[in-house]
């Protein structure tokens, strides 16, 4: 696992969501309370994208049939539906930009 470097610390506001493509994954970041979250951009319901759907309350609400996912933690809050957590990825903020933490394809590290 290796931080990559996605897009400037600027470009995501407080309460703003942006996709970031790193590592073969499609990512969804989100700044809350000034922290930075990333979760998988697939709802695990049904594969809708989630980038369209609306962030309240630490969560955010798949745009297709309205199932919620925690942040932070990337927990199913629907419990009747039960669906399988969002990934989570690890973050950090270095000088200008956003880094996240996710596997490298071996053919990426070979000089
Ligand atoms: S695809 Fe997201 S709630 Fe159904």
């Known amino acids: 696992m290796d931080f990559e470097k996605t897009v400037a610390r600027t470009t995501l506001v407080e ?15 989100c700044r ?8 998988q951009n697939r709802c695990t319901h049904a594969g ?5 759907g609306l962030v309240e309350e630490g969560s955010i609400r798949c745009p297709l049939h309205g199932v919620r996912f925690d942040l932070r933690s990337g ?7 039960g669906c399988a957590p969002l990934r ?3 973050t950090r903020e270095t000088g200008e930009y ?11 590290r070979q000089p």
Do not use: D, P, W
């Open 88 to 90: 989570c990825f690890t």
């Open 98 to 108: 956003i880094e996240v933490e996710v596997e490298v394809e071996v053919a990426e």
């Open 15 to 29: 309460g703003g969501k942006i996709v970031v493509e790193v590592g073969g994954h499609s990512i969804l970041l």
């Open 75 to 81: 927990k199913c809050l629907n419990v009747r539906l």
């Open 32 to 39: 809350l309370q000034g922290e930075v979250l990333a979760v």
């Open 48 to 52: 809708s994208r989630l980038e369209s």
